[in-house]
């Protein structure tokens, strides 16, 4: 069985022309390693005949060999009258160039490449640009409060849209830059698709907090109004429900010691701040009071001590 050779005469042609070019540039060095050899006067010239050829033969084999195989193969082709090759030659010429081609991908794939289009990377910053600070995120936290600095710092530096593409991986470190640097070549083209990658792989550990678990709060014994009020409001920033100030600032009393809970649901304050200020005071004033009254130890009669 034979088959048309005509495409096959073709690569034979690049081919012979390809190894043209790479043996003149062998010639050139021949040359130059020539020239070298007669510049060594004082030098046995056997030695350094020899010493050269071989760091020649370094550089050169593996090129010489890569082209010299093809070029056997090449040779190799028993071309009819007729102009027709053998299927056995054929099949060999082709699973020798496959594996050529297999061998170069998997060297390529330790070596990096951009994640985005070349559109992406064909695009100018605005002239005089500085690129800013960036907070960097290393994969923990809230990815969303990451994206939205990102975004402002560089709106605030005059880059927008698609800029924003090239300079993402500025601002991330360990899991996040290796996450950024994992993705598939050329498959990044524009800052809405890298947005929502980026969104879909760091998602958000932050807890949310129920209505219920926040209505449930309660100030701890011993624990000072202040830290309560703390701890309780920012437990209620993460509860997935909106609470206006005044029904936080009501359902933040009604978790405190009931002693508070009764003299500040009568003043009813306009704010945390006034909250704040007006337990901290209370509760300072209880205090006061059960120092004044307190036992002294060594008071054998157990009298108060005014």
């Not at 007669?38 to 760091?55: F, G, R, T």
């Not at 924003?164 to 083209?189: C, H, M, P």
């Not at 809405?192 to 209505?215: P, W």
């Not at 307190?294 to 108060?304: E, F, I, K, M, T």
Request: charged share 30%.
């Amino acid at each position: 069985m034979v088959i048309n050779a005509t495409t096959i005469e073709e690569q034979l042609a690049d081919l012979t022309r390809a190894i043209e070019g790479l043996m003149k540039h062998v010639q050139e060095q021949d040359a130059q390693i020539a020239r070298l050899i007669n510049k060594a006067d004082n030098i046995d010239a056997s030695h350094v005949m020899e010493k050269q050829v071989e760091a020649h033969d370094e550089v050169e084999m593996p090129i010489k060999q890569h082209y010299a195989e093809k070029d056997k193969s090449a040779k190799e082709f028993q071309i009819s009258s007729d102009g027709l090759i053998p299927v056995d030659q054929l099949k060999e010429f082709i699973e020798g160039t496959i594996r050529s081609k297999i061998e170069g991908s998997s060297r390529s794939s330790f070596t990096y490449s951009k994640p985005y289009t070349p559109r992406i990377d064909n695009l100018k910053m605005p002239i005089g640009y500085q690129p800013p600070k960036f907070q960097q995120f290393d994969g923990k936290g809230n990815p969303k409060q990451h994206v939205a600095h990102f975004v402002e710092t560089c709106n605030n530096a005059g880059t927008y849209g698609d800029h924003l593409v090239k300079q993402f991986v500025r601002s991330l470190k360990d899991n996040a830059f290796d996450w950024y640097t994992d993705l598939e070549a050329g498959s990044i083209n524009g800052w809405e698709h890298l947005e929502q990658e980026f969104l879909n792989r760091f998602y958000n550990t932050r807890r949310i907090v129920s209505m219920v678990e926040l209505t449930n709060s309660r100030q701890w014994k011993e624990e000072p109004v202040v830290d309560y009020i703390n701890r309780w409001r920012n437990l209620s920033l993460n509860c997935k429900d909106r609470l206006s100030e005044a029904s936080a600032i009501e359902m933040c009393i009604q978790g405190m010691h009931w002693e508070l809970c009764y003299i500040l649901q009568a003043i009813k304050p306009k704010t945390f701040e006034e909250l704040t200020t007006r337990a901290h005071g209370i509760e300072t004033s209880f205090n006061c009071k059960e120092d004044e009254y307190s036992v002294d130890p060594n008071d054998d009669d157990g009298d108060a001590t005014p």
